[in-house]
């Protein structure tokens, strides 16, 4: 699905009543069978942790930590043990391997969305949310990170859904469902 709308729209706030990361003043907010708005403040998060793989806007990278180390918070967020294997077969298949023990100030923007992305997969979601994910790549970089989105929701089953104001993701998703939002007031 894709959530289409000038910025200000409400496009971020959607994913992130989506996530759980807001509760909606009114109504209900149901994903993966699950009335987000309605779990306690902690199960909403082990609730995340478990359905929901997200790539935020600003990526979110500790620059602390290398990229492996980056991969392994969803496992560490939600106490369980951390999957090396899982880590190691996700750098791989983005592509990342050689970049384990880099630091986030140390990659290009492209490879640093690529890990968020992995960050995102960890967990094998239910739900995989994307928040503008091209709007600071060029067009040969916003291909390749469609892909890998769309790649990664075929391959987990997940369902994807990005918010975007980017015309090329349309024209990349052709058969997406379109949720057109208007600007507020």
Request: aromatic share 2%; hydrophobic share 50%; charged share 20%.
């Amino acid at each position: 699905m894709l959530l289409r709308g000038p910025s200000g729209s409400g496009k971020s706030t959607l994913l992130a009543l989506i996530a759980g990361l807001l509760t909606p003043r009114a109504g209900r907010v149901v994903v993966a069978d699950t009335d987000v708005g309605a779990l306690p403040r902690g199960q909403r998060d082990a609730w995340r942790g478990h359905a929901v793989g997200f790539v935020p806007q600003r990526l979110h990278l500790s620059e602390s930590l290398t990229v492996a180390e980056n991969l392994a918070l969803p496992f560490i967020a939600c106490g369980a043990a951390v999957d090396r294997a899982r880590v190691s077969a996700l750098l791989d298949r983005l592509g990342l391997s050689a970049l384990a023990a880099r630091r986030p100030h140390e990659l290009s923007v492209g490879q640093a969305q690529r890990v968020a992305l992995a960050r995102a997969l960890m967990r094998f979601p239910r739900v995989l949310l994307a928040d503008e994910p091209t709007a600071n790549l060029d067009d040969a970089m916003s291909d390749a990170v469609m892909a890998l989105l769309a790649d990664a929701a075929r391959d987990t089953g997940a369902t994807l859904v990005i918010a975007t104001h980017d015309a090329r993701v349309s024209a990349r998703m052709p058969q997406a469902r379109l949720l057109a939002l208007d600007a507020l007031p």
